[in-house]
């Protein structure tokens, strides 16, 4: 009788509890005298707990009967279906029609999911034009995803049990009917969703393509989504939702990717060799000025040297007693500036320049998101710094090109295949400090 240890102990504690049937109260004082009532009042309370228990067994049962009829005969197992579907007729027999509107709206999550669009940015977008939920409200992000991660769009019914229907991993294939959306592009749209999850928010995205909204479509200035298998594919965003584009020609980005930063990221990536070099400059102008001054002041000291041996003079020894001084400090910050200069380019020899820049390479395709993520967003970063637009246009259907203009609006042109047959020298050149 744990329950009546407990009610004694609250009564005690000075509270008073009254029984929902029959207006009984028991306090600390009609305690015992009202334990016969309250023993009625327990009964109660099991007899209620087994009609309970017995209703989710019967209903528990009349499920599973339910559920094996579906399995064998494909009939429903509910009257409910997804918000795209509706339901039509009888259990056992209910047919899903579809709601157009509605499926509609399911495609596009889809498609803009696959061609690279962050969920959060697909409710925005929804919520923008004025796009209502299915269950009448403002789009949410996780709506999105529970769409996107919904066998039902399929035509598949994921088995489950229990008060929130969690999944048993049991799926009935087909009960729905044909998947409302084609397979490859779930298949695209989710394969996208994980990877977005695993790069952990909104970075994730613009990483997985390093030129990011530099990326725009040469036929209306829109931009350039990734999609497709393994988001390969690059097209224009506007002309893929039928958004006053037609420009529907697909680029493909990886091999692009590798060409470009062959050669761009020799001149984007290591800014502190742009710094490093500079700073060469200025101390090889530092060193010319007091080698000059040097220079001048041994031919000064030369002149009074020869009007000394002409003529002793007490005022002309002292200035050259003076200008010698003078060279020697001229000397010593020479030696200075020299040291400076030697560790500024050692710094950033061209040998030294191309092993970072290799590392970085390499860490781009790096299996490991710890390794991977942060060199893409370092390379995205110094691509961005030089990049003023890529834009990607199709001249004809097997004449397409990347037209990458740089900050210094010089031009280059990228094969859409990958090949660098025709490609026209960098616009810009490494400069190696001597
Ligand atoms: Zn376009």
């Not at 393994?230 to 420009?247: E, I, K, P």
């Not at 001048?296 to 003076?322: F, G, Y």
Request: net charge positive; proline share 4%.
């Amino acid at each position: 009788m744990v329950t009546h240890a407990w009610i004694h102990r609250v009564c005690e504690a000075g509270v008073k509890i009254a029984s929902v049937k029959g207006n009984k109260v028991f306090d600390a004082e009609n305690f015992d005298a009202s334990l016969m009532d309250m023993f009625d009042v327990l009964f109660q309370a099991d007899a209620a707990n087994k009609y309970a228990e017995r209703l989710s067994r019967l209903s528990k049962a009349s499920y599973d009967s339910r559920l094996k009829e579906a399995r064998e005969k494909g009939t429903a197992v509910h009257t409910v279906g997804p918000a795209w579907l509706q339901a039509v007729g009888k259990r056992p027999n209910i047919t899903w029609p579809r709601i157009p509107a509605r499926v509609k709206i399911v495609r596009e999550i889809y498609d803009l999911t696959a061609a690279g669009q962050p969920p959060w940015g697909i409710a925005k977008m929804f919520n923008q034009r004025g796009e209502l939920s299915f269950t009448g409200k403002a789009w949410e992000r996780t709506a999105i995803v529970r769409i996107l991660r919904n066998r039902a769009v399929e035509g598949d019914r994921a088995v489950g049990e229990g008060k929130n229907s969690k999944p048993t991993g049991e799926v009935l294939l087909g009960y729905y009917g044909d998947p409302i959306v084609p397979l490859d592009v779930i298949a695209a749209a989710r394969a996208m969703l994980d990877r977005r999850r695993r790069g952990k928010g909104r970075n994730s995205g613009a990483v997985n393509n390093l030129f990011g909204q530099k990326l725009r479509c040469g036929q209306c200035g829109g931009r350039m989504m990734l999609g497709g298998y393994r988001s390969n594919f690059l097209t224009c965003y506007d002309a893929s939702r039928g958004n006053g584009c037609d420009h529907t020609d697909t680029f493909k980005y990886r091999p692009f990717e590798a060409e470009a930063l062959e050669t761009i990221l020799p001149i984007a990536l290591d800014e502190r060799y742009f710094r490093q070099a500079k700073k060469s400059n200025y101390l090889g102008l530092e060193i010319a000025t007091v080698e000059k001054d040097i220079r001048d002041k041994q031919a000064e000291a030369k002149r009074l040297v020869s009007l000394l041996q002409r003529n002793e003079s007490p005022t002309t020894e002292a200035a050259l007693v003076e200008l010698e001084a003078e060279i020697g400090k001229r000397n010593a910050s020479l030696t200075a500036l020299n040291t400076q200069l030697a560790e500024a380019q050692g710094a950033a020899t061209a040998e030294a320049h191309l092993e970072r820049m290799y590392a970085v390479k390499d860490a781009l395709r790096h299996p490991q998101d710890d390794v991977r993520l942060p060199a893409r967003l370092r390379v995205a970063e110094a691509l961005s710094a030089v990049i003023e637009r890529v834009h990607c246009t199709a001249w004809s259907a097997d004449d397409r090109a990347f037209y990458v203009i740089f900050k210094n609006l010089k031009m280059t042109r990228f094969e859409d295949d990958g090949t660098t047959t025709d490609f026209s020298p960098p616009p810009l050149t490494l400069k190696v400090a001597a």
